[in-house]
């Protein structure tokens, strides 16, 4: 069981852990090809005026929370960004961050959901070049959020997206955990346990 608590919201009730729903996803950040960048090394070393969708960072979007904290891993503030002359682009949910990308409004995309159509769409006719995690961002990112992934992931798999030519280190972003309230009566479990 855990407390819930948001800066910006009162404690909530205590939860508990129920289960989870089996997903194998990443998280990726991916850049139009007419940059010429193929890793964060390139990124930090040409400084882009980029512009990166993804999702919002409000305090209740937590795709959002982990892009930031994905970037911070790798040396690249929002404001270090900026100061390149690009800018993060947001949408709250995943498919709208892709349309930012589709419609022009952004040149990367840094999201989860990449078994999706809309992944898959976007890597074949954007052609964007997926970004590999940095071995020692990762180890940032875990120091910096304990318990929210895989410590040691594995790669994404080779040709999983036709232009996926090698494995691609990344974020897990696989699993949805699925949380009840401490009082959930029992009935009401024992339904969500034979629907699943």
Known sequence: MVEAY?????????FAHWGFLPQNDRMVLAVDPKFGI????????TKPALRIATSTNDGTNFIGYTAHAYLNAHGITESELTSWGGSIVTAHRPEQTIMLVLS?????ILQEAIMTPWWEDITQNKKLIPLPMEAS????????????????????????????LEPLPSLDFSDFVVLVREDLPGDVAHLLTWCS
Not at 38 to 44: G, H, T, Y
Not at 137 to 162: I, R
């Open 38 to 45: 193929r890793s964060f090394q390139d990124l930090r070393r």
């Open 6 to 14: 948001s800066p910006r919201l009162a404690p909530c009730h205590l």
């Open 137 to 164: 961002a990762l180890e940032q990112f875990v120091l910096e959020n304990p318990g929210t992934t895989n410590p040691k992931p594995q790669p994404f798999p080779a040709g999983f997206w036709d232009s996926l």
């Open 104 to 108: 022009g409004l952004a040149d990367a």
